[in-house]
């Protein structure tokens, strides 16, 4: 503590003190300079100013001291409305709050034995037995009050009565100068972490019983060498109160829907990065945990995250008919879905499985509000590690704001065609019984998007597609209603930004089929009219999923009851080779034989483009099976077919920055390098395969690259 040597002032004197608001996002007394003021009440009290806005940082703050770590309860709390007093004193206050060291004022030390029958002994503070917390109290004499200033309410002064956790002998009663808290639950911090927390709520959320919790956990601090922290006393009673909270939570908070969710935003401000309260029932919602935000900085930094923005547009209208396990169909289109859209940002493990790190839920679609809500979510990213950066952002939404995205997270953009391949199988399949013309359909319809890159007149494709196709009238009424008002939109976007590949779309693909299918089932039919009950569930059910997976893959805990999250790009490594079987007479079919029954072979229909076709039973739910994903790498691999957009884009892309340099030439020098580069790796593949020296290609490993994988080409665009 550090104090002013000079005169003290008198309490008349506080308003002409500094007001001091450290840069770190917690700060305790050890932060501020502190000084003693003379005569009145706090007469020999340290004292300091602080804006009101930064108590709660300041008290989780002095809560972490590593001598001596506490939890800081409101011991009492007054109020008063402007205008009720006429002449206030210079400290007067319109809040006053005691916080007050949950190791006291009470001191049960000597009585831990026989707690309970002490019935006539009253607290020395008056404030009952304390149910609950008796074992805590060991006459802890730390606290401090905070009072919002009448005259200045934006300002909060803090009178720091006892800054020393000590008793009344004057001798620490907690933390690690205590030794006879050695050993014990008084050494180290009063409550379990939230780390703690919500590692067991999760363990809960998937299912997990309170006697494995238990065993697990007992297991681990054995592992480790003994307690070290409070986590490592961890009892029964502990996880019994987390399942009673699971129980009793409720997402209704108020009859009227958004009323609630400012309720629930009020209730957990640490989760949120973003919210704007517009007029009526309009607004935006950030949603980020601590957690979310670890994985954002983890696999995000030098690397791409990717928009999932589609969810909830148009009320879920392209959703099909699907059954649910265990369950009856389910007829969504008879159903109504939250109206408010939902975006997620995803990252990508080692796996390339998608893990959601953010959540924005708004009252229109997520490109029309992008300029609100990233700016404060790249600043809390950057507030936590000053040095991240991105590498490239991956929309799947053509009226997201390019400019913005650039100007905010300084990377590139790539397009992915995740969403309209997706809705495009998903209503062709729905629409058309006959699988030779949903093929033929499929095929046209990816010859659309071919020609945006290829052809100034991309749209006489559209218009042979509907002249040729006349006769699905069920298809053509939702392409025209759907898509047609779009797709000079799609096509403008896919000429101006480099495409994904068939990695990160099964990677996409793979979030949205399990947040569809954790979310809209026959569990919470009654529910889904509500936008709480959606941010209640992504916060707690969906959210300890994606924790739980990532805990069981990187421990090897309760791997048997993990949910398999790997996508099809992954499952499609595991594929021999030799189970491809090409026909040299017909490059238009491939057949691949089945892992799980040697009998059975698949057939891919157009292989190499990012609009195949497979019979097995993944695909003709109008999902990205892992047959079409292996024969595209295998086709491009021995280039018997021609490349696919993302390879496709980045060649064309050199070609046009060779023919028209650029004025830059930094941009320049790089893009001839890699051009170079390029060049004379396919010489030297050519020299090998004329001598007989190139060898086969060995089969793929996860988290290897293609060639077209443009995560890691550089952007001219």
């Given at each position: 503590m550090k104090s002013n040597e000079q005169k003290m002032p008198r309490m008349e004197d506080i308003l002409n003190l500094p007001v001091q608001d450290p840069p770190c996002a917690e700060f305790s007394a050890a932060h501020l300079n502190w000084v003693k003021v003379e005569g009145g009440r706090q007469g020999g009290d340290d004292i300091a100013l602080i804006p009101y806005s930064r108590v709660e940082n300041f008290v989780r703050g002095e809560s972490a001291n590593s001598e001596c770590p506490a939890n800081f309860r409101i011991e009492s709390r007054r109020k008063r409305s402007e205008g009720s007093v006429s002449k206030p004193r210079v400290d007067g206050y319109l809040e006053y709050t005691l916080y007050w060291c949950s190791y006291g004022p009470e001191d049960y030390r000597d009585s831990e034995g026989d707690i309970g029958d002490d019935t006539n002994n009253k607290p020395a503070s008056g404030k009952g037995s304390?149910?609950?917390?008796?074992?805590?109290?060991?006459?802890?004499?730390?606290?401090?009050?905070?009072?919002?200033?009448?005259?200045?309410?934006?300002?909060?002064?803090?009178?720091?009565?006892?800054?020393?956790?000590?008793?009344?002998?004057?001798?620490?009663?907690?933390?690690?100068?205590?030794?006879?808290?050695?050993?014990?639950?008084?050494?180290?911090?009063p409550r379990i972490s939230e780390e703690l927390r919500q590692k067991v709520m999760s363990m809960l959320y998937v299912g997990i019983s309170l006697d494995n919790i238990i065993q697990h956990h007992v297991g681990e601090v054995e592992r480790h060498g003994g307690p070290s922290s409070r986590d490592d006393f961890l009892t029964r009673n502990d996880v019994r109160n987390m399942e009673r909270a699971i129980r009793q939570s409720m997402f209704q908070l108020h009859a009227d829907d958004v009323c609630s969710v400012r309720m629930w935003v009020q209730r957990h401000q640490k989760n949120v990065f973003f919210f704007q309260d517009k007029s009526g029932s309009d607004f935006v919602l950030g949603i980020q945990t601590e957690w979310q935000l670890h994985q954002m900085l983890r696999y995000g930094h030098n690397?791409?995250?990717?928009?999932?923005?589609?969810?909830?547009?148009?009320?879920?209208?392209?959703?099909?008919?699907?059954?649910?396990?265990?369950k009856r169909p389910v007829n969504w289109e008879t159903c109504r879905p939250p109206s408010y859209p939902l975006c997620t940002l995803l990252v990508f493990d080692s796996y390339q499985n998608a893990i959601p790190v953010a959540w924005i839920i708004a009252s229109s679609s997520g490109g029309q509000n992008i300029r609100m809500w990233m700016g404060s979510l790249v600043e809390r990213i950057r507030s936590k590690e000053p040095g991240w950066r991105l590498h490239a952002f991956l929309m799947d939404d053509p009226s997201f704001e390019i400019s913005v995205i650039r100007d905010i997270f300084r990377c590139r953009v790539l397009l992915c065609l995740w969403c309209i391949r997706h809705a495009w199988i998903r209503n062709l399949i729905k629409s058309c019984c006959n699988f030779d013309v949903q093929l033929e359909m499929f095929k046209h319809l990816g010859r659309i998007l071919y020609?945006?890159?290829?052809?100034?007149?991309?749209?006489?494709?559209?218009?042979?597609?509907?002249?040729?196709?006349?006769?699905?009238?069920t298809f053509?009424?939702?392409?025209?209603?759907?898509?047609?008002?779009?797709?000079?939109?799609?096509?403008?976007?896919?000429?101006?930004?480099?495409?994904?590949?068939?990695?990160?779309?099964?990677?996409?693909?793979?979030?949205?089929?399990?947040?569809?299918?954790?979310?809209?089932?026959?569990?919470?039919?009654?529910?889904?009219?509500?936008?709480?009950?959606?941010?209640?569930?992504?916060?707690?059910?969906?959210?300890?999923?994606?924790?739980?997976?990532?805990?069981?893959?990187?421990?090897?805990?309760?791997?048997?009851?993990?949910?398999?999250?790997?996508?099809?790009?992954?499952?499609?490594?595991?594929?021999?080779?030799?189970?491809?079987?090409?026909?040299?007479?017909e490059l238009r079919v491939v057949k691949i034989i089945s892992q799980s029954n040697r009998t059975l072979a698949y057939t891919v229909w157009n292989p190499g483009s990012e609009f195949s076709l497979c019979d097995c039973t993944?695909?003709?739910?109008?999902?990205?099976?892992?047959?079409?994903?292996?024969?595209?790498?295998?086709?491009?691999?021995?280039?018997?077919?021609?490349?696919?957009?993302?390879?496709?884009?980045?060649?064309?892309?050199?070609?046009?920055?060779?023919?028209?340099?650029?004025?830059?030439?930094?941009?320049?020098?790089?893009?001839?390098?890699?051009?170079?580069?390029?060049?004379?790796?396919?010489?030297?593949?050519?020299?090998?395969?004329?001598?007989?020296?190139?060898?086969?290609?060995?089969?793929?490993?996860?988290?290897?690259?293609?060639?077209?994988?443009?995560?890691?080409?550089?952007?001219?665009s």
């Open positions: 304390r149910p609950g917390r008796r074992h805590m109290m060991r006459g802890c004499l730390c606290h401090f009050t905070v009072k919002r200033l009448y005259t200045r309410p934006l300002l909060a002064l803090i009178i720091y009565n006892q800054q020393n956790h000590v008793d009344k002998t004057g001798v620490p009663c907690h933390g690690v100068l205590d030794r006879d808290a050695m050993g014990t639950r008084a050494m180290y911090a690397s791409s995250i990717a928009s999932h923005s589609s969810f909830g547009l148009s009320k879920l209208r392209a959703l099909t008919t699907i059954k649910v396990l265990g020609c945006a890159k290829n052809d100034p007149c991309s749209l006489d494709a559209v218009l042979e597609f509907t002249e040729i196709f006349i006769d699905q009238s053509m009424d939702y392409f025209k209603g759907q898509w047609l008002p779009k797709i000079v939109m799609w096509i403008s976007t896919m000429r101006t930004l480099p495409v994904a590949n068939l990695e990160i779309i099964a990677a996409i693909e793979s979030y949205h089929f399990r947040l569809e299918s954790k979310l809209f089932n026959e569990l919470h039919a009654g529910s889904w009219l509500r936008v709480d009950w959606l941010v209640h569930s992504l916060t707690s059910e969906f959210h300890a999923l994606y924790w739980f997976d990532l805990y069981s893959e990187e421990t090897g805990c309760f791997r048997n009851m993990r949910e398999c999250p790997t996508n099809s790009w992954y499952r499609a490594l595991h594929i021999p080779d030799m189970d491809v079987i090409f026909d040299d007479q993944w695909s003709r739910l109008g999902n990205l099976c892992k047959h079409v994903i292996k024969v595209g790498i295998l086709c491009r691999n021995r280039q018997l077919v021609r490349p696919s957009f993302a390879a496709q884009i980045y060649h064309q892309t050199l070609l046009s920055l060779l023919n028209n340099p650029p004025d830059d030439p930094i941009v320049l020098d790089h893009g001839i390098l890699h051009a170079t580069r390029m060049q004379q790796d396919i010489k030297g593949l050519e020299d090998l395969s004329n001598s007989g020296l190139l060898q086969p290609l060995a089969p793929l490993q996860a988290g290897d690259n293609v060639a077209d994988n443009l995560m890691n080409l550089p952007n001219f």
